[in-house]
């Protein structure tokens, strides 16, 4: 069975920086497209941004477009977010997920069956 743990998730002032990290274990993981989504309080889960089995696709929500960026290491199972400028309606839980499915760039909750618990990130201002 699949796991994914994230983990990197902490409390950052308004124009800092964190990077978060998702492990993956018992699976094949370079074959996955994996995803970021966040959920604030009270909000639905929303995407953040993906990347491609191989690493050589990124794409992301209007809300991290230059100022995050996802990068994965097949050899470690990890896939990583790196959060600069951070702002506090950045503040949410953040969930890795993965699609084993070979969809193209998805981007839906739906699209997306395997979870990690999420980690939270609190941006204060």
């Known amino acids: 069975q699949v796991q994914l743990v994230e983990s990197g998730g902490g409390l950052v002032q308004a124009g800092g920086s964190l990077r978060l990290s998702c492990a993956a274990s018992?699976?094949?993981?370079?074959?996955?497209?994996m995803g970021w989504f966040r959920q604030a309080p009270e909000k639905e889960r929303e995407f953040v941004g993906g990347?491609?089995?191989?690493?050589?696709?990124?794409y992301y929500a209007d809300s991290g477009k230059g100022r995050f960026t996802i990068s994965r290491e097949n050899a470690k199972n990890t896939v990583y977010l790196q959060m600069n400028s951070l702002k506090s309606e950045d503040t949410a839980v953040y969930y890795c997920?993965?699609?084993?499915?070979?969809?193209?760039?998805?981007?839906?909750?739906?699209?997306?069956?395997?979870w990690g618990q999420g980690t939270q990130v609190t941006v204060s201002s």
């Open positions: 990347i491609t089995s191989n690493g050589r696709t990124t």
């Open positions: 018992g699976g094949t993981f370079s074959s996955y497209t």
């Open positions: 997920a993965a699609d084993s499915r070979g969809r193209w760039l998805p981007q839906g909750r739906s699209d997306y069956e395997l």
